[in-house]
């Protein structure tokens, strides 16, 4: 659990392909709350057992027949839902604060501290959509969690490791409060708690909250823009005296979650026919290329199923978001279309995608270096199968080879380099600002086909 939630990993992420498996079903659903009526017979009854143990002083608390009838797997999977219980009763005055107290210390006992990781991230998810009062209630909660009144000290170490796993997501939630509340006296103290926590939360490389706050103002497109505006004139002034601008490739990350890769390769294409318009061409068509061709290591394709599952079927793969590079792909597809209603558009497409396709080309002094790398460094013997690895790789640098039609992913394009500078006939006067852009159509369009053949009506490209 630590590992999924610091490193912000999937239950695919970890191998795990069973949509039955306790482990798949708690990192996706165990931060949820459902309602009563989609329980089962069977949860319903732990759900009251469970509320009247740890705050019905007439119940005698936890009793052995609770315990032994719902076993830990069922109760990680109630936690949410009895948290959301307790946040209802105490926000409308049918749970005292004594009483809230006094249950929430069999839940610090470190047999069921570590379910206390699905509540609050299911309480830190909750301050974001609920109302004032149970808001005010959740804070309330949140701080009988964290700071409560008698705790021993095995269990003080297991709720700090807990504080390391969430610490994170629960100061956002906290803050984004604070700012809706400033008022608000109860904040702060939960903050200090977790303070020591939060460098040790997340390992995911996310963007932290101010700088989604600095991003947010003025809206998320313009912030984009702004940023690829600052780094073209950053590259047409490269005085020693100026500094560089303050880009993160976190940003556009975040541009991909919120905007989708389809809309953001259109704020490239924007910033692109603007750029060229004032002669800025290949300095923009080289920040955009790098922006594509940057790795996203949260949505890269998943290893190709080779086994079978309990029920003896193939799982099916992993589901992922489109990359920009794949979006640009289909773009440059359906240029054709594109070239009738927007030409210039469609020039900037094939011209991006050219460009990308290069710079993601492994060459063939590359392959060689890969393989001597794995023989020298890492003492591999590949003599037995030398034969058809040097066929293999001569295979490849033949697709690579300058000047020859690219096949990229299986999916025949004639986008070849021929006759294209090192530039890709970018330009590289100083009078036109680095941009020759008038190939004709036959040239840039040539040899890509209308893109019937290619399926990606069934893809979403948001």
């Not at 392909?17 to 798949?24: G, I, R, W, Y």
């Not at 609920?130 to 964290?146: G, T």
């Not at 912030?223 to 601008?245: A, E, G, N």
């Not at 690219?406 to 999916?411: A, E, F, I, T």
Request: glycine fraction near 8%; hydrophobic fraction near 40%.
């Amino acid at each position: 659990m630590a590992f999924a939630y610091r490193y912000g990993l999937s239950a695919s992420d970890m191998g795990i392909t069973s949509p039955d498996s306790f482990v798949a079903r708690l990192l996706g659903q165990g931060h949820q709350s459902r309602p009563f009526d989609e329980l089962s017979d069977q949860e319903k009854g732990h759900l009251n057992g469970w509320i009247h143990g740890l705050f019905d002083s007439e119940a005698g608390g936890l009793g052995d027949e609770l315990m032994s009838s719902c076993p830990p797997q069922d109760f990680y999977l109630l936690v949410s839902t009895l948290f959301q219980n307790i946040v209802l009763a105490f926000s409308t005055g049918h749970l005292a604060e004594e009483s809230l107290r006094g249950g929430i210390e069999y839940l610090v006992d470190t047999f069921l501290l570590p379910s206390l990781v699905v509540a609050i991230t299911y309480l830190a998810n909750s301050l974001w959509v609920e109302r004032s009062d149970c808001q005010k209630a959740i804070v309330r909660v949140l701080n009988s969690v964290l700071a409560p009144t008698s705790i021993s000290n095995e269990a003080q170490a297991m709720l700090t490791s807990v504080m390391n796993i969430v610490a994170k997501p629960l100061e956002h939630s906290l803050r984004a409060y604070q700012r809706s509340d400033p008022k608000s006296q109860e904040v702060e103290p939960l903050l200090k708690s977790i303070k020591d926590s939060i460098p040790l939360s997340r390992r995911t490389g996310a963007a932290d909250h101010t700088e989604l706050d600095a991003w947010s103002l003025g809206g998320f497109s313009n912030s984009i823009r702004q940023t690829l505006q600052q780094l073209v004139q950053w590259s047409i002034h490269p005085t020693m005296d100026r500094m560089p601008p303050a880009y993160t490739h976190r940003q556009m990350l975040v541009a991909l979650k919120l905007l989708g890769a389809k809309r953001l390769l259109q704020l490239l294409y924007e910033d692109i026919r603007q750029q060229t318009d004032t002669g800025s061409g290949s300095i923009i068509y080289d920040v955009a290329t790098a922006i594509i061709c940057a790795p996203d290591i949260v949505n890269t394709p998943s290893n190709p199923v080779n086994f079978l599952d309990s029920s003896g079927n193939m799982p099916a793969p992993a589901q992922r978001k489109l990359t920009l590079r794949e979006v640009l792909k289909s773009d440059a597809e359906d240029c054709k279309r594109l070239q009738k209603t927007d030409m210039n558009l469609a020039e900037i497409v094939v011209r991006l995608y050219r460009k990308v396709e290069s710079q993601m080309a492994v060459s063939q002094a590359q392959a060689i270096q890969a393989d001597t790398m794995l023989q020298n460094d890492l003492g591999l013997s590949l003599d037995t199968g030398t034969g058809s690895l040097d066929d293999a790789m001569a295979a490849a640098a033949a697709n690579v080879a300058q000047g020859d039609g690219m096949s990229v992913d299986n999916v025949s394009l004639d986008l070849g380099l021929g006759g294209v500078g090192g530039d890709l006939g970018l330009g590289g006067s100083s009078n036109n600002g680095g941009g020759s852009l008038d190939l004709g159509a036959d040239d840039i369009f040539g040899g890509l086909g209308a893109g019937d053949d290619f399926q990606w009506d069934n893809m979403d490209l948001s």
